[in-house]
């Protein structure tokens, strides 16, 4: 429900509040589907982060945000210096609009073709978009006439004449109701399909309706529902959720919870990308050695080849003086009187030829006995394998599958995985804005293990200039995109932390990926030389909430 109608007008309105008639004075995005606006107003500023993801779209407030020096972009420099008169949420849709004092407005689109969209429009018509646009929002801007809302008798009618199942059914009448709250409309109702239901169900369906809608208008407390495969925000309980999730958490700050689902729904999405590689990776080398398997030979089919050619040995033996060299093939007859036709090397002598049966029959027995070999090593590669795969399947965090990957890395090397050394639990682990993940060394051997065989080499890497203290490692996965600055500014800060210079007020912190890092021969334990690197000022602390 993060990018529901509902939530997005509860950030309208604390959007309006915190900086109604400020002053726009920078409009940037340094990542897909991002937008920061900056408003001023008697020197202090305001930041609004938009985040247009399809997933986890919505409009925070920021009192502090840092421009990344380099890759921004500016936006909408025509409205730099004008003043905001409100921010209001559009009627019947998914957009924030910021009406500014020339008339203009900023329409941040939660919804569209695989995320959203950003659009200023003047006088009716879109001047810039943040994004492509072609013409996907014009009914925002030129609205038709349109139905109106339906009464409660047209409602049930549409209902029971539905063949949908009974959410998406409730859904397709109400579009504004979403399936979450559909879902707990018919729970708290009662109600499981609509032509079965009674006149009084509809009745106490409709009333559940109407309950939620204005829960969550009102509600000063949210929460965020954990499931297995997704995380779940609501601006009010969520009865439906409560046995399938493994963990519920409540905020009675708005902006609060939707930073919480950001970083959940990130990590998530990371578990989620790593089991699937994982599993398809496993699923595939399970087939391959199943078909080895069946395509192995067993020792009954080995043993009646090898017979079969010592019999044309032995017949070849006892008929020596019915075979001629030259012969392509001699058609003799065996003890017990059957004819066999036996093929022959016309440049070998009969004896010869013999020979040649006798040396094949011990060579397939031979053979016989090194595929018994190999398909006990073949069925016990597919066991580990079916283990393996359970044990991704059965994974509940990120962790546990980098664990796996790292104990078995010749396996999972060959689907483009990371071949890093070293257990994350060995290293101090935080979580910083954005749900990104950074570690840091205990010591000057747990330093050289981090950057030697841990870290990427499109991770960032972290240490104080000019003294002392651990390594610091930002774990990043894109090696197209830079991290934000305040990404990098809060791993620096915990290199900082860890350094000889943590009683300084700033501290100076170099830092470059970690492919331009190597440890030269013979160096001391601990000691590396880092190339292209830049340096940030920044405070020896920690994220908020570790010692």
Not at 389 to 405: I, Y
Request: charged share 25%.
């Amino acid at each position: 429900m993060l990018r529901h109608y509902l939530t997005v007008a509860r950030q309208a309105e604390l959007l309006h509040s915190a900086i109604g008639n400020w002053v726009l004075a920078e409009c940037w995005s340094q990542e897909k589907n991002r937008l920061m606006l900056r408003f001023i107003r008697g020197g202090v500023s305001r930041f609004v982060e938009l985040s247009l993801d399809l997933h986890v779209g919505y409009a925070l407030l920021h009192d502090d945000f840092h421009r990344a020096r380099r890759n921004t972009l500016d936006f909408f420099q025509a409205m730099i210096g004008v003043q905001l008169a409100e921010v209001a949420m559009h009627e019947g849709e998914r957009v924030i609009e910021f009406h500014f004092a020339d008339d203009a407005i900023l329409m941040a689109c939660f919804f569209g073709k695989g995320a959203g969209n950003v659009l200023l429009v003047r006088n009716g018509t879109v001047v810039e978009s943040f994004q492509h646009e072609e013409g996907e929002y014009h009914r925002l801007i030129h609205p038709t006439d349109h139905d109106d809302f339906p009464t409660r008798a047209q409602i049930v009618q549409q209902l029971r004449a539905s063949t949908l199942p009974a959410v998406k059914a409730l859904q397709t009448v109400l579009p504004s109701l979403g399936r979450r709250l559909a879902a707990e409309a018919m729970h708290r109702a009662g109600v499981a399909q609509f032509p079965e239901a009674s006149d009084a169900q509809l009745g106490q369906l409709l009333e559940a309706i109407d309950t939620l809608y204005n829960d969550c208008q009102i509600s000063r407390t949210f929460y965020l529902y954990h499931l297995p495969d997704e995380a779940v925000f609501a601006l009010s309980e969520l009865h439906h959720l409560q046995s399938a999730a493994t963990a519920v958490e409540t905020f009675t700050d708005l902006p609060n919870a939707i930073r919480a689902c950001r970083a959940t729904n990130f990590r998530l999405r990371r578990f989620l990308e790593l089991r699937t590689r994982m599993t398809r990776r496993l699923e595939s080398e399970q087939a391959r050695l199943q078909r080895a398997l069946a395509k192995g030979r067993t020792d009954h089919e080995h043993e009646t080849r090898a017979a079969e050619w010592e019999q044309m040995g032995n017949v070849l033996v006892a008929n020596l003086h019915h075979v001629a060299k030259g012969m392509e093939q001699a058609q003799l007859t065996d003890w017990e009187g059957n004819t066999l036709v036996i093929p022959l090397n016309v440049k070998l002598a009969p004896h010869e030829n013999a020979e040649r049966y006798f040396r094949r029959a011990r060579g397939v027995r031979q053979a016989a006995g090194r595929a018994a070999e190999r398909r006990a090593a073949t069925a016990q590669a597919a066991a580990t394998i079916a283990t393996l795969l359970k044990q991704v399947q059965q994974a509940a965090q990120a962790e546990e599958l980098e664990e796996l990957m790292q104990s078995n890395q010749q396996l999972f090397a060959m689907t483009g995985a990371p071949k890093e050394e070293g257990t994350a639990g060995r290293f101090r682990r935080f979580e910083i804005v954005g749900g990104h993940e950074v570690y840091a060394g205990k010591s000057a051997a747990n330093n050289d293990e981090l950057t030697v065989r841990f870290a990427r080499p499109n991770d960032y890497w972290f240490h104080a200039r000019g003294s002392s203290g651990s390594h610091v490692v930002l774990r990043w996965n894109d090696a197209k995109t830079k991290p934000p600055k305040e990404v990098l500014r809060q791993a620096a800060s915990i290199a900082a932390f860890y350094s000889g210079a943590k009683n300084a007020k700033m501290v100076p912190v170099a830092y470059t990926l970690k492919k331009h890092v190597r440890k030269p021969r013979g160096a001391a334990v601990g000691a590396v030389v880092m190339e292209r690197e830049e340096v940030i000022l920044v405070e020896p602390t920690l994220p908020e909430g570790k010692e």
